[in-house]
């Protein structure tokens, strides 16, 4: 890739993260401070160190305050696309109303409550070596309820909070489902050549992805790094306690990350 050309990012952030309860009434999911940064200052900057150079922004809940985020950030000496698309809009109109400001050929397209620190550049070069359609990323999940594990059909232990990375589906015993990390790299005419479908989704990844692989070369690619998914108060105080043993990195992480100018 070449310094001229550009790497398209869309992040989702225009939603009201109604699972926050009181804190979201104040500020949009994205702009919630994990180790005193917002989610949104992690996720622009680790773009922006792996190659990223353009991001649009599908904004809708206190829009205003994201915009201000920004301007205050200088821009992130980046080339940034504020797009108002709703407050109430669902995400397939949000992804319709801002694919005019694309400009490269594959995209990323990420949540915008998750924080990660992993080589993403190196898994979108394979997935515009490859030619691939879309490139699905997985990644490991905690389980919160208790579980009875069990070998040669004889129980062995009880654990709770049990880290898994896929599951066998009851219906489908040869399927093996893998836990969708909420990010994606996509062809730009993809999603051009959908747009009249998706639009009228009620759910874009349950109604679009299906189709996208049943139709198109598709894979996915397990993350092999850090990521942390916001999507409670409870996410947040674990991430915001610097004395909890499981979220040691985070604090790695944002101090490597204040060395990118």
Request: proline fraction near 1%; charge should be positive.
């Amino acid at each position: 890739m070449t310094n001229n050309k550009s790497r398209t990012a869309i992040i989702l952030c225009g939603g009201r993260g109604s699972r926050l309860g009181a804190i979201s009434k104040k500020i949009p999911k994205t702009l919630v401070k994990i180790q005193g940064k917002e989610i949104l200052w992690y996720i622009i900057k680790f773009l922006k160190k792996n190659k990223f150079n353009h991001f649009i922004l599908p904004l809708g809940y206190k829009s205003k305050m994201i915009k201000n985020f920004i301007y205050k950030n200088n821009g992130f000496d980046s080339k940034i696309d504020l797009v108002n698309t709703g407050v109430n809009t669902n995400i397939s109109k949000r992804i319709f109303n801002v694919i005019s400001k694309i400009k490269s050929e594959n995209i990323l397209l990420l949540n915008g409550d998750t924080i990660f620190n992993f080589d993403i550049n190196k898994i979108f070069l394979q997935h515009e070596k490859s030619k691939l359609d879309a490139t699905f990323l997985s990644v490991e999940t905690t389980y919160q309820f208790g579980t009875v594990c069990m070998k040669n059909n004889k129980i062995v232990n009880f654990k709770r909070n049990i880290v898994f990375d896929s599951v066998n589906i009851r219906s489908n015993k040869k399927i093996i489902a893998y836990n969708y990390a909420g990010i994606i790299f996509i062809k730009k005419k993809n999603l051009i050549k959908y747009k009249k479908i998706f639009y009228n989704c009620e759910n874009f990844e349950k109604d679009f992805y299906p189709m996208l692989i049943k139709k198109y070369s598709t894979n996915m690619v397990k993350i092999n790094g850090f990521f942390y998914s916001v999507d409670n108060v409870k996410d947040i105080n674990i991430a915001n306690n610097k004395k909890t043993v499981e979220f040691k990195n985070i604090i790695l992480v944002k101090n490597k990350i204040k060395k990118i100018k």
